[in-house]
């Protein structure tokens, strides 16, 4: 089995190659539509903005390689803000994004006392028993760094939830695609449990 | 909710941990690689790296070290110490660490901050801040370099807002009166600066006691809490720490 990681100049992904290197995965790394075609799961992560990386995702041809690839039944997981523009759109930057799922993402208010970005550990509340949440324990705490959350439409299957100030999505999953707002390559071992149970996932 | 950060700060020379008092009388505390992978099992939340290295020849071997630490544990952290240009960022980011730490560099050139921040988002990009009360200035702090040794014009707060619009998505406070005294943190400077700045802020330089822990996170309103030397001698485990606060009302990663 072959993993391919998303590079499309969206962060570094260094530590998504650790995570993956530590568990025995065997993974290629490329902004390559046609190298990544051929493998068997895609990793989608992503840090930034989302308006810019629409543009480098589509600028590479990447967003059609998503597409195909759920469309083809392969396992797909997002990562930040590769959890986000798997959505119809973005606040940031007013984005349309990809529109596998469909939702949208929008601000986090702030408030006193809660400061924007959201960084550092929050616990995850798991919403349903999952394949991809095996093992982990309930209200495991994980790594997030971000300022906008997902809100998927109604019937999209939650996979966790979180709160800082208010209670949002951290997590979904529907047909082949799954993703997690957090970082799990920096959550410690619940983080790498994550990891591992979506590269054992048959959906 | 939002846990506090209990996070450990390592010293490293020449690619050996060390620990001195106000950067003096250093001591050979181990490996750095080991060690970070000890703190790691033992639930720490965050680990900084402070290259001390004075020699620019030597400073290759932290990058070997900051790569061997980001194969081995899976959280964030930070590596500084004498980041001077975009480039030397790039080389630290790209070993596999979350952030860099910018210190007297920034001072000297903070258009660094802006293009760090440019490179790779200002989660990335910490500010390093050591200061010293200072009734002469506005905020009541002067910012000092150098490891304390050298004065600057600057004003604690002032320097703070300006990181932060350089785009610092963090910043590491350390006062330089209380470092190594291991008599608590300073309160009135953390509060001060977290209460002003609108991204986090990691309490440095003072602590002795799983209490100091819990006064600067709760009435110094400090999002992080940095420890050093009441880890590594080991007069404090990660867990009583963190029972401690947990028992103090500070909610914490368990």
């Known amino acids: 089995m072959k993993v391919g990681i998303l590079d499309y100049d969206a962060g570094n992904l260094t530590s998504v190659e650790n995570a993956l290197r530590h568990l025995g995965a065997q993974w290629v790394l490329s902004g390559d539509p046609d190298t990544l075609k051929d493998t068997d799961r895609l990793i989608f992560p992503g840090d930034g903005h989302a308006a810019t990386s629409m543009e480098n995702l589509r600028s590479r041809g990447l967003d059609q390689l998503l597409v195909d690839f759920v469309a083809r039944g392969r396992p797909v997981l997002g990562i930040c803000v590769g959890s986000q523009i798997v959505l119809d759109s973005s606040e940031e930057g007013n984005a349309s994004c990809l529109g596998l799922i469909p939702g949208t993402c929008r601000r986090l208010p702030g408030g006193p006392g809660l400061k924007v970005p959201h960084m550092g550990w929050n616990a995850v509340h798991f919403q349903t028993d999952h394949f991809l949440t095996t093992g982990v324990p309930q209200d495991s705490s994980f790594y997030f760094v971000h300022s906008y959350y997902t809100v998927p439409d109604t019937g999209v299957p939650v996979l966790g939830t979180t709160d800082h100030g208010i209670p949002f999505v951290v997590g979904f999953v529907q047909d082949t695609l799954a993703t997690w707002q957090f970082h799990p390559e920096k959550s410690g071992e619940a983080g790498l449990k994550l990891v591992d149970n979506f590269l054992k996932w048959r959906p | ?254």
């Open chain 2, 1 to 254: 909710m939002l846990q506090k950060r209990v996070i450990v700060c390592l010293d490293v020379k020449e690619g050996r941990t060390t620990k001195g008092i106000k950067f003096e009388n250093n001591v050979d505390l181990g490996d750095p690689v080991e060690m970070a992978e000890a703190y790691y099992r033992q639930g720490v939340d965050e680990l900084v790296f402070y290259d001390i290295t004075a020699s620019s020849e030597k400073r290759g071997i932290m990058i070997d070290v900051v790569r061997r630490v980001a194969e081995r544990i899976f959280i964030p952290f930070c590596v500084g110490g004498g980041l001077a240009t975009a480039q030397d960022i790039k080389a630290v980011i790209l070993a596999g660490a979350e952030k860099v730490s910018l210190n007297s560099q920034a001072v000297k050139n903070p258009d660094l901050i802006r293009q760090g921040a440019r490179l790779y988002g200002s989660q990335s990009i910490v500010l390093g801040m050591d200061a010293l009360a200072d009734p002469s200035m506005p905020s009541g702090y002067r910012v000092v370099i150098n490891g304390g040794r050298t004065k600057t014009d600057l004003d604690a707060l002032a320097w703070a807002r300006q990181a932060h619009e350089l785009g610092a998505g963090e910043i590491v406070l350390n006062s330089i009166d209380a470092d190594g005294t291991k008599a608590g943190y300073e309160l009135p400077l953390t509060k001060l600066i977290s209460e002003a700045l609108p991204i986090p802020v990691v309490a440095s330089g003072g602590a002795g006691t799983p209490e100091h822990l819990r006064a600067v996170l709760q009435e110094g309103k400090a999002d992080a809490a940095l420890v050093a030397s009441m880890v590594h001698y080991g007069t404090y485990s990660l867990s009583q720490i963190k029972d401690y606060l947990a028992g103090h009302g500070v909610a914490v990663r368990r």
